[in-house]
Nanobody
Framework: VQLQASGGGLVQAGGSLKLSCVASGRTFGTDPMGWFRQAPGKEREFVVAINRWSGTITRYADSVKGRFTISRDNAKNTLYLQMNSLKPEDTAVYYC??????????????????WGQGTQVTVSS
């Protein structure tokens, strides 16, 4: 499985970014997927995850609820993360990941089997 994340960049506080993650090598839709992030000097942390196929079940970290939205387009093999009202503390490298199997949507990084290369998000104050 290969995951290619994109869409990161530099944005001012209060701004928006939309991340994309294109997957290949496995039937897209089969697995729950998630976004994690890692800031310098910190451990990788859970951001949001979505269930397989329909994408009707989502789980969000409290720190991003109401600001971030995850979605998936199975026809395009793509996972999205819409990030609004960005804050300087959102600055991190963002990783998309595949949790092989499911159906439970996990929030622990160790439960995820495949990872993208990451895309940098920097929010200036």
């Amino acid at each position: 499985v290969q995951l290619q994340a994109s869409g990161g960049g530099l944005v001012q506080a209060g701004g928006s970014l939309k991340l994309s993650c294109v997957a290949s090598g496995r039937t897209f839709g089969t697995d729950p997927m998630g976004w994690f992030r890692q800031a310098p000097g910190k451990e990788r942390e859970f951001v949001v995850a979505i269930n397989r196929w329909s994408g009707t079940i989502t789980r969000y970290a409290d720190s991003v609820k109401g600001r971030f939205t995850i979605s998936r387009d199975n026809a395009k093999n793509t996972l999205y993360l819409q990030m609004n009202s960005l804050k300087p503390e959102d600055t991190a490298v963002y990783y998309c990941a595949v949790q092989k199997g499911g159906p439970v949507v996990e929030t622990t990084a160790a439960r995820y089997d495949y990872w993208g290369q990451g895309t940098q998000v920097t929010v200036s104050s």
